[in-house]
Each structure stands twice: as structure tokens, then as C-alpha cells.
């Protein structure tokens, strides 16, 4: 693929995610505004198990993006594609029924029951619409996936708009319906889109086992590495719901929200980096790491800075969440640690199919969420040391992960890695304990000496900007 292409592939997946930020910004800004404390920590408890719903599939639609990444639509056999749809449709459908049956009987909170049951409804929707999306990545439409994305958060959008602004239905089960209606929205979209692979034309059933068996086999590694990646901040969220309650989750769901807004450019990049990477050649891959590294550390390093002006504007628009916008010091280096492992870690393990090395390193940094969780909030029922504990546990599995793969690489990022953890402990610290503007022109300083230090990567990231404009 040449630049051109590449560049447009990115300007359309950034422009579907620059408006998925705004309708993300709107749902953490104006959402907590009209719905009482209670309703919106029980939405964000939905929200939770529902960023879990996509490992139903078990590792089958994982298998099937590692096996046909990088080739093009015309080239998906169109028998084999249906038989693995139809088959993961009819496993949501009873997986759903399953543990809506099983909550029912095992949990006693009806508020949990509940979230729980409105979450796993919507199984069947998501994973059908989840492997459209990754179709739409794998084989390079990333104009389709761009409008397959505008679609969902525009619906989604108009409809809390009207449910909340216009009808003044302040209320849980409206955030659900207009959630529900959007994913029906979008399943409708991806038929249309996959269209040419849903016609109900089959290979017999021994080969459509034996083609999920396949992609079970491939895909079930990285899934589960993916399932300890997200548990690594899920266990840690979910000490909190039973340490605490609702209203002081969804306090926190909220900062950690607002903490993960720049994850969504961060993303829109990584869809198509994949791809390319995986078809780069070995010998420059080191030299693309730094380069990419090294941009990286400047543009998120920076971004940091947005915390000051963000943290008055949240205190005065919603001042019922003004004691809990100061875990907004804490969290906000997050999009440090997660946007490099999500666009450059991982993406590289992938790419050289490290599944089982990205499994390890996330198994291990699962078991240090678990010990770390039971000690903050079942021995000192700290919630602070709890908050804190989330971006610990990211810079331990971002620095982690970039020690093996600067191995794999044959590299040396050490002092890389603590000039990041220094600077994002300088954030922290004067975050937390200077509440004032002194705390800005601290970390503001030691951005400055940063950038001073590494002014030769700086001026060659501007050459390369004004080479591609």
C-alpha cells in the first residue's frame, strides 16, 4: 500500500473516531448532568459487563482476523464465511439465554442482576456486528468500517439526545433503549456490508467445524490474552463496585473515562497499522519502532497538559462530581502506558505472532491486579490507593511488554522506559498534592526539559510532517 492510501485509510478511520470522541465527550460531560448519581453509576456498571461481551465468541472471530489479515475482500470464500457467521450468531444466541438463566438464579443484587441481564441481551448483536467490523479491517475497507462506526454513535447519540434533552426521560432504561436501537441499527448495517459473505449457501458441517476448530485454535490465544488485558483494569473496577457503592463507581467510571478520551485517535491508527506492519519487512521494524515510539512519547506527553484546563471546566459544570475529579491526576497518565501498548506493543507482537508472549505478559499482570486489588480494598479499603493502583498496574504491563519485545528486536529502550515513569510520576505527584496552577507550570517545566533533551527527535518529526503535508 503506498502513502497516499495509507493516509486516506487513516483520515477516514480518524475522522469515524474523532466523532466517536465528541459523542464520548458529550455521554462524560452532559449524561451525568440529567441522570441522578444512582442511574448513572448503574449505567456505567451496564457499561462494564457489556466491554466484556465481545469474548463470547471464545477466540472465533480472533482466529479469523489473524488467518485472513491483509487479504482482500473479493479473496474471502463466501461458503466458508457464512458457515463461521451463522455459527457464531446461533453460539450468542444460546450463550445469552445461558447466562441470563444463570444470573437470575446466582446474583442476589438486583441492581447487578439487572445491568447484567440488560448487558448480555445485546450478546448476539454485538459479535455479529464485531466480526463485520474486523472483516472490514482485515481486508483494508476502512471506509466502510469509518461509516459502520459513524452509524452506531450517531444513532446512539440522537437517541439519548431525545430520550434526555428532548422527552426529559432521566433515566437507566432509556440510556438501554437507546443503546439497544443502535445496535439494532448497526447490525443492519453490517448485513448490508457483508451482504456478499451472508447468503445462506454452506460448505458441508464437517468443514465448517473444522474451519471454526482453525480459527478457535489461533484465535483462543489471543483472546484470552485480550480478556486478561482488559481484566487487568476490570478487576480493579470490580473491587471497587463490591468495596464501594454504585454512586462511588460511577464516580470513578467517570474519571477514568474522561482519562481514556485520547485512546479513541490512538485507535482510529491502529486499525491500520496492523496490516502494514504485519507485512513490513524485518529489517525495519526497529527503525519504524522508534520512530513511532519516539512521536509517541512527544504528542502524549503533552496531551497531559489538557488535564488543567479540563479539570476546572468538569469542576464547574458538574460540581456533584467535584471530590472525585482529583483521580483525574492519577489516571490521566494512562493514555501514556495504554496507547502505547495498543498502537505499538501490541501491534508489533501481533504482528509477529506473539500471541502466547502477549498472553503470558497479560496473565502476569492479571495476577499482580488480583494481589494488588485484594490488599487496597479488602485490607485497607483505600479507594485512593485503589485508583491509583489502575495506572500502576498499566505501567507495569506497558513496561513489561516493551522489555520482551525490545528483546525480540534486539534493542535497548531502558532509558526510555524510566524517562516515561518519571514524567508521568512528576504529573502525578503535582497533581495531586499541588491543587492550584503551580502544579501545571511544574509538570509544564519538566515537559520543557523533556523536549529540550530530545529536540533532535523533535525537529526530525517536524521535517516528516512537512515532507507528507
Request: proline share 2%; glycine share 6%.
Amino acid at each position: 500500500m503506498n502513502f497516499i492510501d495509507t493516509f486516506k485509510n487513516i483520515a477516514y478511520s480518524f475522522s469515524a473516531n474523532l466523532f466517536s470522541l465528541c459523542i464520548s465527550v458529550f455521554m462524560v460531560m452532559v449524561v451525568p448532568k440529567f441522570l441522578s448519581v444512582h442511574d448513572y453509576g448503574l449505567w456505567q456498571l451496564f457499561l462494564f459487563y457489556f466491554s466484556y461481551l465481545g469474548f463470547l465468541h471464545f477466540g472465533w472471530e480472533d482466529g479469523i482476523y489473524l488467518r485472513y489479515a491483509g487479504k482482500s475482500f473479493d479473496e474471502l470464500d463466501q461458503r466458508t464465511f457464512a458457515g463461521q457467521f451463522y455459527g457464531i450468531i446461533i453460539l450468542q444466541i444460546f450463550l445469552a439465554v445461558f447466562v441470563i438463566f444463570g444470573g437470575q438464579l446466582l446474583i442476589t443484587d438486583p441492581i447487578k442482576r439487572l445491568a447484567l441481564t440488560c448487558a448480555v441481551c445485546l450478546a448476539p448483536f454485538v459479535n455479529f456486528t464485531n466480526l463485520c467490523n474486523f472483516i472490514m479491517q482485515i481486508t483494508n475497507r476502512i471506509k466502510d468500517y469509518a461509516k459502520f462506526l459513524f452509524t452506531e454513535r450517531i444513532v446512539f447519540f440522537l437517541g439519548v439526545v431525545i430520550f434526555l434533552l428532548g422527552l426529559h426521560r432521566n433515566e437507566f432504561c432509556y440510556m438501554y433503549y437507546a443503546k439497544l436501537f443502535s445496535m439494532i441499527i448497526l447490525t443492519l448495517s453490517g448485513i448490508y456490508l457483508c451482504r456478499n459473505l451472508l447468503k445462506p449457501r454452506f460448505y458441508p458441517m464437517r468443514r465448517i467445524v473444522w474451519e471454526m476448530k482453525k480459527n478457535l485454535t489461533v484465535g483462543s490465544k489471543l483472546m484470552i490474552a485480550n480478556i486478561a488485558g482488559m481484566l487487568i483494569i476490570g478487576i480493579v473496577r470490580y473491587g471497587i463496585s463490591v468495596g464501594w457503592d454504585v454512586s462511588t463507581f460511577g464516580q470513578v467510571s467517570l474519571t477514568l473515562g474522561i482519562s481514556n478520551f485520547f485512546m479513541v485517535f490512538i485507535s482510529s491508527v491502529s486499525v491500520v497499522f496492523f496490516p502494514i506492519i504485519k507485512n513490513l519487512d524485518k529489517n525495519k521494524r526497529v527503525t519504524i519502532y522508534r520512530t513511532i515510539r519516539a512521536s509517541l512519547d512527544i504528542v502524549l506527553f503533552a496531551a497531559l497538559i489538557g488535564y488543567y484546563p479540563l479539570k476546572c471546566i468538569l469542576t464547574w459544570w458538574l460540581p456533584q462530581y467535584a471530590d472525585s475529579l482529583i483521580y483525574m491526576s492519577v489516571l490521566f497518565p494512562i493514555c501514556v502506558f495504554n496507547s502505547k501498548l495498543s498502537l505499538l506493543i501490541n501491534t508489533y507482537l501481533k504482528s509477529m505472532r506473539q500471541e502466547v508472549l502477549m498472553l503470558k505478559i497479560n496473565v502476569l499482570s492479571v495476577m499482580v491486579s488480583l494481589a494488588v486489588t485484594f490488599v487496597v480494598v479488602r485490607i485497607f479499603h483505600n479507594l485512593s490507593l485503589a485508583v491509583l493502583s489502575i495506572v500502576g498496574i498499566y505501567a507495569f504491563q506497558c513496561c513489561l511488554a516493551e522489555c520482551f519485545i525490545s528483546h525480540l528486536l534486539k534493542m535497548n529502550v531502558r532509558k526510555d522506559i524510566l524517562t516515561d515513569i518519571l514524567l508521568c510520576g512528576i504529573f502525578i505527584a503535582s497533581g495531586w498534592y499541588i491543587q492550584n496552577v503551580w502544579c501545571m507550570v511544574i509538570y509544564v517545566g519538566a515537559y520543557a526539559i523533556f523536549i529540550m533533551l530530545n529536540r533532535d527527535q523533535v525537529q526530525k518529526l517536524i521535517k516528516l510532517l512537512k515532507v507528507k503535508s
